[in-house]
């Protein structure tokens, strides 16, 4: 964590010099509260720039609100606070907001390490929720829809909700959203070229896809979705039983 810590000071001090005069607020006060890990303090002073009619409209400050609520969701102390006991949620929710005041990326790239942690945070607990069935089904739908918020670009994150769409009886919201699967999958280039994390959830994803699609009586479909993944994953154990159960 430190690494990213040193990462994102470099990135953003960089970044700094070369700023538009409109964007040049830099949030050096937040920055030092968060390399010095005094997350609360750096989130009380964020939310009020998100609040202040001068700086709402800024990226930054609802970027360290996620980044601050993800790390507090791992610190003992605040798990057992009710103001943070869904810290974890909330650093989501606060990556959505970000995202839409960031509709240039102009920031996005520099933190490629926050949100391959928070992607993992994100399909791990999206993925557990999915796999207990029917009565974890709207708990995973809302992970994988919070992905898809704030990182649209992934598309396993995509797969992932139009699955929990189907199974929620959302017919038309997971035709919708496995659209946007195929044009993130196609945009980023394929499997190879995805991050290690999304690369990873694409794994899971087309597994559940090829299990659901199977157990519509479509057969073909099942080997089809498999086929996508064959090239990337054929020596994970994993995918290649689920493969090698369809050919």
Request: proline share 3%; glycine share 6%.
């Amino acid at each position: 964590m430190k690494r990213f810590l040193l990462i994102s000071l470099t990135a953003l001090l960089a970044f700094s010099t070369t700023s538009t005069k409109a964007q040049e607020k830099q949030y050096d006060d937040l920055l030092v509260k968060y390399v010095d890990e005094k997350y609360e303090d750096c989130l009380v002073r964020a939310e009020r720039y998100t609040q202040n009619d001068n700086t709402k409209k800024d990226p930054l400050p609802y970027l360290y609100m996620s980044m601050c609520l993800y790390e507090m969701s791992k610190i003992p102390k605040y798990q057992e606070m009710d103001e943070y006991k869904k810290a974890d949620r909330d650093a989501l929710k606060w990556a959505e907001k970000y995202r839409k005041k960031d509709k240039n990326l102009e920031f996005f790239n520099n933190y490629e390490d926050y949100w391959s942690e928070l992607n993992t945070m994100a399909q791990e607990t999206g993925m557990n929720y999915y796999e207990t069935g029917p009565k974890g089904m709207s708990k995973a739908r809302r992970y994988f829809d919070s992905m898809t918020s704030y990182y649209p670009e992934n598309p396993g994150g995509w797969l992932m909700l139009a699955l929990t769409q189907y199974n929620s009886n959302m017919a038309k919201d997971g035709d919708e959203s496995l659209v946007k699967y195929t044009e993130a999958l196609e945009s980023a280039g394929g499997i190879a070229r995805l991050p290690l994390d999304q690369k990873k959830l694409m794994k899971s994803a087309l597994i559940h896809y090829a299990e659901y699609l199977d157990g519509k009586g479509d057969t073909s479909g099942a080997r089809a979705a498999l086929e996508t993944g064959k090239d990337a994953f054929m020596d994970d154990a994993e995918f290649k039983g689920a493969y090698d159960s369809f050919h």
